[in-house]
T-cell receptor, first 114, second 115 residues
Framework: DTAVSQTPKYLVTQMGNDKSIKCEQN?????MYWYKQDSKKFLKIMFS???????INETVPNRFSPKSPDKAHLNLHINSLELGDSAVYFC?????????????FGSGTRLTVV | AQKVTQAQTEISVVEKEDVTLDCVYE???????LFWYKQPPSGELVFLIR????DEQNEISGRYSWNFQKSTSSFNFTITASQVVDSAVYFC????????????WGAGTKLIIKP
């Protein structure tokens, strides 16, 4: 039973298209995240939702829009894709209490914009 | 300012050698958490360890060991008797209340174990 699942695993698309990446967790965690890993392997937070509420929104182009229909799902929609959006996107979840229990990651979505 | 520094971009050793990966962090919180993750060539992020700021005991798990030193703000990772399967990129990360508990990542150290 996959704890954090992302779909699709690979996504190849043309510039200018709109695409979505879905993420679901079955751990009962309160908080979900999107991280971007660039070609140099650098990982950076993009968004964080706690119980469907946006709590972190880093400097990300507004072409990226997260959507959290419930606390088990955090989807990432990207409009007007650009070459520079090519990266691996990781979804993660955590139980946000006073004690930080750690994070569970999805297997990543490799987005290639051509 | 870099909050998590992994100064070693790439390390290459021969199998069975011991290797230490360095991690230095900075935070203004007194309660924080430090992590190590492994990213093998297949791409997934594999959790290795979580350490909270109040627990300075060193940890050993098989061939892996971690040395947490608050005095030097370091959380170094040692692999003893390295194996080819240890080849991966290793990330150190910090989680602090000041940053809403997001993971703040180091740049990663690529470890190559040659047979």
């Amino acid at each position: 039973d996959t704890a954090v699942s992302q779909t699709p695993k690979y996504l190849v698309t043309q510039m200018g298209n709109d695409k979505s990446i879905k993420c679901e967790q079955n751990l009962g965690h309160d908080t979900m995240y999107w991280y971007k890993q660039d070609s140099k392997k650098f990982l950076k937070i993009m968004f964080s939702y706690n119980n469907k509420e946006l709590i972190i929104n880093e400097t990300v182009p507004n072409r990226f829009s997260p959507k959290s229909p419930d606390k088990a799902h955090l989807n990432l929609h990207i409009n007007s894709l650009e070459l520079g959006d090519s990266a691996v996107y990781f979804c993660a979840s955590s139980q946000r209490t006073g004690v930080n229990y750690g994070y569970t990651f999805g297997s990543g979505t490799r987005l290639t914009v051509v | 300012a870099q909050k998590v520094t992994q100064a070693q971009t790439e390390i290459s050793v021969v199998e069975k050698e011991d290797v230490t990966l360095d991690c230095v962090y900075e935070t203004r919180d007194t309660t924080y958490y430090l992590f190590w993750y492994k990213q093998p060539p297949s791409g997934e992020l594999v959790f290795l360890i979580r350490r909270n700021s109040f627990d300075e005991q060193n940890e050993i798990s098989g061939r892996y060991s971690w040395n947490f030193q608050k005095s030097t703000s370091s959380f170094n990772f040692t692999i003893t008797a390295s194996q080819v399967v240890d080849s991966a990129v290793y990330f150190c990360a910090l989680s602090e209340a000041y940053s809403n508990y997001q993971l703040i990542w180091g740049a990663g150290t690529k470890l190559i174990i040659k047979p």
